[in-house]
C-alpha cells in the first residue's frame, strides 16, 4: 500500500541515483540532438543544394527530431520516478526495458559491422594499425553497452519490486 509520508522511506535509495544519471544522459542526449536540429536547419535554409542532399538532411532533421523528443521524455520520466510520481514507475519499466534492448541491438549490430569491416581490412596494406585503434574503439564501445545494459535491467528489476513500489505515491 503507498503512503504519501516521505519520512518513512529511506533518504538514500541506488535505484534513485540511476534515474538521477539517466536523466543527466538523456539530457544530455536532448541537448545534442537539439543544437545538431538546429545546425542542419540552418544548413538547408542557407545553401543550395540537389534534391538528394535536401532529402539526406531532411531525413538527418527527421531523426534528430525523434531523438530529440525521445530524449525529452525520458528526462521527464526520470524526474517524475525520482519524484516517487505513481504513474512513471510502470512508464519507466517500459521506457527502460526499450532503452536497454536498443543497446543490446546497437551492440550486436556494431559487432557484426566490425567483423565484417576488420575482415576487408587484414586483406588491405599496412593496415594492422588502423584495425588495432578501431578494436579498442569497438570494445570500448560494447563494454559501455554491456554496462548499460545491465544498469538498466536491474532498474527494470528494482522499480518492479514491492519494496520500491510502496515508495511511489498514487494517482489521485
Given at each position: ?43 538547408l535554409g542557407s545553401t543550395t543544394l540537389d534534391a538528394e542532399g535536401r532529402a539526406a538532411l531532411h531525413a538527418m ?60 581490412a587484414h586483406g588491405m596494406a599496412d593496415a594492422a594499425a588502423l584495425v588495432a585503434q578501431e578494436a579498442r574503439s ?35
Amino acid at each position: 500500500m503507498a503512503n504519501d509520508n516521505a519520512a518513512t522511506y529511506p533518504r538514500f535509495a541506488l535505484w534513485r541515483l540511476g534515474l538521477w544519471v539517466i536523466l543527466l544522459l538523456a539530457a544530455f542526449g536532448a541537448m545534442q540532438y537539439g543544437v545538431h536540429g538546429q545546425r542542419v536547419w540552418s544548413v538547408l535554409g542557407s545553401t543550395t543544394l540537389d534534391a538528394e542532399g535536401r532529402a539526406a538532411l531532411h531525413a538527418m532533421l527527421g531523426w534528430d527530431a525523434a531523438y530529440f523528443i525521445a530524449a525529452a521524455a525520458l528526462v521527464v520520466f526520470c524526474a517524475a520516478g525520482i519524484l516517487r510520481q505513481g504513474w512513471a514507475r510502470p512508464v519507466l519499466r517500459v521506457a527502460l526495458a526499450l532503452l536497454a534492448l536498443g543497446l543490446l541491438l546497437s551492440g550486436v549490430l556494431l559487432y557484426r559491422h566490425w567483423l565484417d569491416w576488420s575482415g576487408q581490412a587484414h586483406g588491405m596494406a599496412d593496415a594492422a594499425a588502423l584495425v588495432a585503434q578501431e578494436a579498442r574503439s569497438v570494445h570500448l564501445s560494447l563494454a559501455f553497452d554491456v554496462v548499460g545494459i545491465v544498469v538498466l535491467s536491474w532498474l527494470v528489476w528494482r522499480l518492479g519490486q514491492p519494496a520500491v513500489r510502496a515508495q511511489f505515491r498514487r494517482r489521485r
